[in-house]
């Protein structure tokens, strides 16, 4: 019973990480990091 189990789930994972890929999900890796380091030119008013 485990090892269909394991099967359906190693397959589940596949799935996600292979649609995750094809919706662009790992394009850009840098870009988050860089807009936490650097500030914004154009700061908003109110803040």
């Known amino acids: 019973m485990l090892i269909p189990v394991a099967l359906v789930l190693g397959l589940l994972g596949l799935g996600a990480f292979l649609w995750a890929l ?10 988050a990091a860089h807009r936490i380091l650097f500030e914004d030119d154009d700061p908003k008013q109110g803040d």
């Open 22 to 31: 094809r919706s662009g999900q790992f394009d850009d890796l840098d870009g």
